[in-house]
């Protein structure tokens, strides 16, 4: 059965904290991509990870990948409050050809 | 370059009635991946389009059908509506498999 599997699923963390969101998916996939919702709002593309090791950096965002662990980061150093949205991964499952989101983290960013 | 659009924003639709949703890929794209997403849940995969034909479809039923044109633009029609079909609708283009642009949505409300 393809799962893909978000922790935590809501987020309430201070400004200035690190902290990692994690996604973990249950067989092997091509490719995984991270995306934040803000509300009522579509997604906004953040990171495309292709490969085993690969680590994407964006402001006070970096994504990484472990294709062994089946297992994808985002890591978020230093929170500021207009990080306060809905992040998703997604993954394309190309045996089967499924895309399937994970179930997603609300994040809070409190001063 | 215009990115993903879709039309149109809002629908209210009656129960029992039909309704078909529109959307124009990303400049260049080929590929049209349809999602429905309830409120306060991550996206569900509907189905795909390639070469204006189905290429993966996700467990949703027959009534739900879609159609993608020569210019890859594409149409979501659902018939006999579900109250539990409300629900935004969100459209993302990409070529072939590789990063999905998601367009604004469109929030279907069956009444």
């Known amino acids: 059965e393809l799962k893909v599997e978000q922790n935590p699923l809501f987020l309430s963390m201070q400004e200035g904290k690190n902290y990692t969101i994690y996604c973990n998916y249950s067989?092997?996939?091509?490719?995984l991509y991270w995306y934040r919702q803000d509300p009522g709002k579509s997604l906004e593309s953040l990171f495309v990870l292709l490969s085993n090791g690969a680590v994407k950096q964006e402001g006070r965002l970096m994504a990484s990948l472990d294709t062994k662990a089946r297992l994808s980061t985002l890591h978020i150093t230093a929170a500021v409050h207009d990080l306060s949205a809905t992040y998703f991964c997604l993954l394309v499952f190309y045996n089967t050809d499924k895309l399937i989101f994970g179930t997603g983290t609300r994040l809070q960013v409190f001063p | 370059d215009a990115g993903v659009t879709q039309s149109p924003t809002h629908l209210i639709k009656t129960r029992g009635q039909q309704v078909t949703l529109r959307c124009s890929p990303k400049?260049?794209?080929?590929?049209v991946s349809w999602y429905q997403q309830a409120l306060g849940q991550g996206p569900q995969f509907i189905f795909q389009y390639y070469e204006e034909e189905e290429r993966q479809r996700g467990n949703f039923p027959d009534r739900f059908s879609g159609h993608q044109f020569p210019n890859y633009s594409s149409e979501l029609n659902v018939n006999a509506l579900w109250l539990g079909d409300s629900a935004l609708y969100l459209c993302?283009?990409?070529?072939?498999?590789?990063?999905?642009?998601f367009g604004p949505g469109t929030r279907l409300t069956v009444t």
């Open positions: 400049s260049g794209h080929d590929t």
């Open positions: 993302a283009s990409s070529l072939n498999h590789y990063e999905q642009y």
């Open positions: 067989t092997t996939s091509d490719r």
